[in-house]
């Protein structure tokens, strides 16, 4: 896998937000968490690792924006983030990294730079050419659903009122040796809730971060990992394909949320989630886009944080015909 396909995609899309290298190429502006997660016994029976064996496990949860704009304003229409960092005994972590779609946009790291490009601003008018995204397309049809979703749904009432999936499988080992492909999905206790555009103009550019802090000030926020397991045929490795909705689902687990970190800096800004951060008793699957992704991360800590990186600092810009 190519360091220099990764440099110049992070590159392309910060050139596509205007933005600059110290900050995350995408999910940009976004804020933590603190809470616990405690797994299921059926969780427990299919994966050695340590963050489902029923202990419960500290978290961190990261939640963003898509856009690569510090400035992004909260009632763009943009798929958002939600990243767990499970903290687990001896100082090792494991990531999970999911969004508010239900596929990806492509599924070989070639087409996501393609499609960075193809989104790249057009000089006349500041934003994407849709010639350049028509034909994409027409190119890459698997995409369409993913860009229809993302711009065909409302902005939430709140981060705690969407459902995350995280689109990359993954094999779970059990201790008598047996194995399963899995992937993940967040389900919000509150219910999924959004507002029309409108009224989430009228709440402000930062009211997903406020109005965090007001729920979380008030009790905590809770959400179910549901697990649907792979079936015969099923493909393991292409996120822009969806498995069929009968395949098994289980209850993995409930992570709760207790409050917004303090510093968001240190404790924030300059952790990198990563889904290719794996324990004992998980494994990878074979798609191309997880070792890609692993790739730009390391690019992104390579390159300098500010000291002082607020989640809505600047100036508004903007908004893009479509975030990624």
Known sequence: MSEDLATRLVDAINRNYQGTHDHRAAHAKGFCASGTFQATPEAAALTRAAQFSGNPTAVTVRFSNGSGSLASADHHLDARGMAVKFHLPGGEASDIVAVSLNVFFVSEPEAFFELTQARGPDPATGRPDPNALGDFLIRHPEAEAAFTQSLTTSPPVSYATVEYNALHAFRWLDAA??????????????????????????????????EMAERLGQEPAGFRLEVQVAGEGDDIDDPTREWPAERRRLSAGRLEMTA???????????????????????????DPL????????????????PPALHPHAGTQQPEPAHHV
């Open 260 to 286: 917004l970190r303090a510093e968001q800096y240190r404790d924030c800004a300059r952790l990198v989630f990563d889904p290719t951060r794996i324990t004992t008793g998980l494994e990878i699957s074979a």
């Open 177 to 210: 040796g047996g194995s399963h492909f899995v992937r993940y999905r967040w389900v919000p206790e509150a219910g999924v809730k959004s507002i029309d555009r409108e009224e989430a103009r009228k709440r402000g550019n930062d009211y997903l971060r406020a």
């Open 290 to 305: 997880l070792p890609f992704r692993r790739l730009d991360y390391a690019l992104t800590t390579r390159r300098p944080l």
